[in-house]
């Protein structure tokens, strides 16, 4: 069952509607399906015009839906044969930044990424994605191991922000969020990053200082949440949606002011509707961008990442 967010509320009657009328014909004894057709079709219509005119502020509540695909979930389906790899040989295992080896049809890569769990149990486990300076120094590990290795790099980027608790600060947040962006733009392999959830913060760009920064259609990236900024701005929190609105989160902004370089297609009502959809539509572009750098020498790529990031700061700035 999908979980309906609060502007699908119409939708859910509708859907509530349909499938009281398929359990009152559970015998075949009634003839309905012409009324169930007719519902159906108006429900799609009605889901499609919503996510039509979605605000950056849906738009952020869409790309935290509980039911979006995590990393697990792309892992499975993109990828065959990962091998997992822990530990940023220093402190500890982060279960919020996982990565391992992996192939990509015939190509052997280093994937990366953000898993924020589905159930209570897992959320906790892997601290709701918010990463800890271990997991970001497990990410320079394997990325330095990709760079040895000449393979390229996916990052999964979902993350409301790195953690931010008193013991990440003493064990160097802030150090290893630097040293981890540093090390996506030293690489001298091929490195492809994608938002397919929330892109919070250093958190997120200390995964995502890619040659490629792919975007769903329905996440959102920003330097912090909405409701963080409204907090600052107007002392509320209540004004996260006009907030979301102001800092341009959403991938059509984003990509309009060369913060992304592609934005992937989801499925009307999000990828959580329909994941196999959406990680196919991400599969295809993750190796279309591949294909596309996979000429260029180690030195190139590092250029090529040095001017997409200094050429967004002119922009920007």
Same mark, same amino acid.
């Given at each position: 069952?999908?979980?309906? =967010?609060?502007?699908? $509320?119409?939708? @859910? *009657? ?21 009324? %169930? ?9 009605? =889901? ?7 605000? &950056? /502020?849906?738009? *952020? ?17 993109? +990828?065959?044969?990962?091998?997992? #790899?822990?530990?940023?040989?220093? +402190? ?8 391992? #080896? ?17 159930? *209570?149990?897992?959320r906790i486990k892997h601290n709701f994605?918010?990463?800890? &300076? ?5 990410? %320079? ?22 953690? &931010? ?39 997120a760009i200390a995964l995502a200082a @890619? ?7 329905? @996440? ?5 949440? &909405? ?6 701005? /107007?002392?509320?929190?209540? $004004? ?6 102001a800092m341009q989160v959403t991938a059509?902004? =984003? ?12 499925? %009307? ?12 539509? #991400? ?6 961008? #591949?294909?596309?750098?996979?000429? =260029? *020498? ?10 997409? +990031?200094? @050429? ?6």
């Amino acid at each position: 069952m999908v979980s309906f =967010l609060d502007f699908e $509320k119409q939708v @859910a *009657t509708l859907d509530e509607r349909i499938q009281e009328l398929r359990d009152s014909d559970s015998d075949g004894a009634l003839n309905i399906q012409a009324e %169930i057709d007719k519902l159906e079709a108006k429900s799609a219509k009605m =889901l499609s015009d919503i996510y039509r005119r979605l605000t &950056p /502020w849906q738009k *952020t509540q869409v790309a935290r839906h509980p039911q979006r695909p995590h990393f697990k979930h792309y892992v499975a389906s993109l +990828f065959t044969d990962f091998m997992p #790899l822990a530990g940023d040989r220093a +402190f500890a295992d982060d279960q919020a930044i996982m990565g391992g #080896l992996a192939m990509l049809d015939d190509r052997k890569v280093m994937v990366i990424g953000h898993e924020k769990g589905d159930d *209570t149990a897992s959320r906790i486990k892997h601290n709701f994605g918010m990463g800890k &300076p271990e997991g970001y120094r497990k990410a %320079i590990r394997l990325m330095e191991l990709a760079d040895r290795f000449g393979l390229p790099v996916v990052s999964l980027v979902d993350t409301s922000g790195a953690f &931010p608790g008193i013991q990440a600060e003493e064990r160097g947040q802030a150090e290893a969020i630097a040293r981890s962006t540093q090390a996506c733009l030293a690489l001298g392999v091929p490195m492809i990053a994608a938002v397919v959830g929330e892109g919070g913060s250093g958190g997120a760009i200390a995964l995502a200082a @890619a040659n490629r920064v792919l975007m769903f259609e329905h @996440a959102v990236y920003s330097v912090i949440s &909405p409701e963080g900024c409204a907090s600052i701005l /107007w002392r509320t929190a209540e $004004k996260a949606a006009d907030a979301a609105t102001a800092m341009q989160v959403t991938a059509a902004d =984003l990509a309009r002011l060369g913060v992304i370089d592609r934005i992937v297609p989801e499925p %009307i009502g999000g990828a959580h509707r329909i994941p196999s959809v959406a990680i196919a539509a #991400l599969k295809k572009a993750i190796v279309e961008e #591949l294909d596309d750098l996979a000429a =260029l *020498t180690p030195e190139a790529l590092r250029t090529d990442r040095e001017a997409k +990031f200094l @050429a967004m700061g002119q922009a920007i700035g």
